[in-house]
């Protein structure tokens, strides 16, 4: 099946890793499972499940992405991104339905990957991705202004403007002492890195609220007070209860998670060969993450992904091989073993914190005020995706956008094809190219077709030449420069020989080489003109033309 298809890891430990490497990845692995403690928590409240949960996936998946993944670097586990779609998944269809959709998820990233496909998802325009990112993002922003100010709020809407009504409505209840621990949350996550650059500032801000908290016995939601305790070790896989009925209704957000988790995990991949001037292996990343999301949904997790922000951590600190994920994920397994009593005690303000920066930091509000600038089909395409993300549905939102980006797309080129008419009557002299000079008799039309004929351009292809104001004896349609030739393409050849037939005018086809004259047989267009009337060269073709005349 070739390279593509081995893990990363693999071609490392074949090549050989050295002790000075190993021992750089370690601690990387070290820091990484530090920073990725509170954001796995974070992520798996913020979704609607129980905490533990977070952290399952961060260790099962963290592993499997790591040791099976086509990138060196990449760190997989629960992202932000996940948020909208898994708490939409949870309020539906309860935890067994978010196991069971992650479930089938994973198999179908598994297929994306077989099927090469990881190449092909690179190309998923990046105002579609802006849109539905920064989407989330404010998602996740008011998903947190509950925990924020202290609201207290035990039951809120999915929907977006609901949430708000119901916050506006019990804004008299703010909680200040759950307000001043979010607020030196986020001053501590975002600038304690200046001071110290190896401790992140995020694992900092929860010790020393949960401290505070604890001391002074403050009166602000931990995740005790709304979870109970969290498990200090992992469960037994358990295999879901899938029926037919069941991937009917959970088949559309199992392809949501596995277009997202695909996405996400190669454009990490891709951000992370930039930093490190490396080449990651997309087919092979989409078979480890489709595992992954199998065996944590196994084990109780949810969605997973390749993150960017841990994965770009990893980098920074010295990470170049899979081994720091590895890592990383057994660091995650060792504090839960251990920690895990304590980390009950961790405020929900603080957290709240936490997935505020996160939320900032995915907005990529210079991306999309960049794109606000620029060409107005791409600025449709983000404000569709962004709007359909926040007031409807990521589902929605991400088959919408991919189908107005296809639409674009044809679009486009359909425009891009130039059809050029060379004639004596019509004042051409001609000149196709510099260093061509074509002898084109009088009574003979030359169309040069430069473009792929498609079904988006077929319609101009056939139009453009069948209305012609000139009534030629012979019309030469030239197509050396097309690359490629639909079924639709090939109905608009049938019916422009048919056209022309009608109206006594011979119809020669010049530029079809071999393999397109295979195409041509297959496609049953010698039924409608003779072989000896499509031709390779343009020079065979005029004289073809002469003979008629």
């Known amino acids: 099946m070739g390279k593509e298809f081995i893990p990363k890891l693999f071609s490392l430990l074949k090549q050989g890793i050295s002790k000075e490497t190993i021992t750089k990845d370690t601690l990387s692995g070290l820091i990484v499972g530090i920073v990725a403690l509170p954001l796995a928590i974070a992520f798996a409240i913020a979704s609607g499940v129980s905490p533990e949960?977070?952290?399952?996936?961060?260790?099962?998946?963290?592993?499997?992405?790591?040791?099976?993944?086509?990138?060196r670097v990449q760190i997989g586990g629960p992202t932000g991104a996940f948020i909208v779609i898994v708490y939409g998944i949870v309020q539906q269809y309860g935890t067994d339905g978010l196991t069971i959709a992650t479930f089938m998820a994973g198999f179908i990233i598994i297929g994306f990957g077989l099927a090469r496909l990881g190449n092909l998802l690179k190309y998923i325009p990046y105002s579609l991705i802006v849109g539905f990112t920064s989407g989330i993002a404010l998602i996740i922003f008011s998903s947190q202004i509950n925990d924020f100010f202290g609201l207290h709020i035990t039951k809120l809407p999915a929907d977006f403007i609901d949430k708000w009504m119901v916050y506006f409505s019990n804004f008299h209840k703010i909680n200040w002492y759950a307000i001043s621990i979010a607020l030196a949350t986020v001053l501590i996550t975002l600038y304690f890195q200046k001071i110290i650059k190896k401790i992140p500032g995020s694992i900092i801000a929860i010790i020393l609220s949960t401290i505070v908290v604890v001391v002074f016995d403050l009166p602000v939601d931990t995740i005790e007070s709304n979870f109970g305790n969290i498990p200090n070790q992992l469960g037994l896989p358990h295999i879901p209860n899938v029926n037919f009925d069941t991937i009917k209704a959970l088949i559309q957000p199992a392809f949501a998670i596995a277009i997202l988790g695909s996405i996400e995990s190669l454009l990490s991949a891709v951000v992370s060969d930039s930093m490190i001037g490396g080449k990651h292996r997309s087919n092979?990343?989409?078979?480890?993450?489709?595992a992954a999301n199998i065996f944590s949904s196994l084990f109780g997790g949810i969605p997973a992904t390749g993150a960017i922000a841990r994965t770009a951590t990893n980098v920074k600190n010295g990470g170049r091989t899979p081994i720091a994920g590895i890592v990383h994920a057994l660091v995650l397994l060792a504090i839960m073993l251990l920690f895990a009593p304590y980390a009950k005690l961790i405020p929900m303000s603080c957290l709240a914190g936490i997935l505020m920066v996160v939320a900032y930091h995915m907005s990529e509000w210079k991306q999309f005020r960049s794109i606000l600038k620029g060409n107005r089909m791409d600025v449709v395409i983000l404000l569709t995706t962004f709007f359909l993300t926040v007031i409807f549905d990521l589902v929605i939102a991400i088959e919408i956008g991919i189908v107005l980006s296809s639409f674009m797309f044809m679009k486009r080129m359909s425009e891009s094809i130039k059809i050029q008419d060379f004639s004596s009557e019509n004042g051409n002299d001609e000149h196709l190219f510099d260093e061509e000079l074509l002898d084109i008799p009088k009574g003979v039309i030359l169309y040069e077709i430069n473009g792929p004929l498609f079904f988006g351009a077929a319609r101009q292809f056939q139009e453009t030449i069948t209305n012609t104001h000139i009534q030629p004896q012979v019309i030469i349609i030239r197509m050396r420069y097309v690359p490629l030739i639909d079924a639709t393409g090939y109905?608009?050849?049938?019916?422009?020989?048919?056209?022309?037939?009608?109206?006594?005018?011979?119809?020669?086809?010049?530029?079809?080489?071999?393999?397109?004259?295979?195409?041509?047989?297959?496609?049953?267009?010698?039924?409608?003109?003779?072989?000896?009337?499509?031709?390779?060269?343009?020079?065979?073709?005029?004289?073809?033309?002469?003979?008629?005349?």
């Open 53 to 71: 949960k977070g952290i399952v996936t961060a260790i099962i998946a963290g592993i499997i992405i790591s040791t099976f993944g086509g990138s």
């Open 491 to 549: 109905q608009s050849i049938k019916a422009i020989i048919k056209t022309y037939k009608t109206r006594k005018i011979k119809v020669i086809i010049s530029g079809i080489g071999k393999p397109l004259r295979k195409d041509f047989k297959k496609n049953e267009i010698f039924s409608f003109i003779a072989d000896d009337l499509v031709v390779e060269d343009i020079d065979t073709a005029i004289k073809k033309a002469k003979e008629f005349l």
């Open 284 to 290: 092979m990343e989409l078979i480890a993450q489709g």
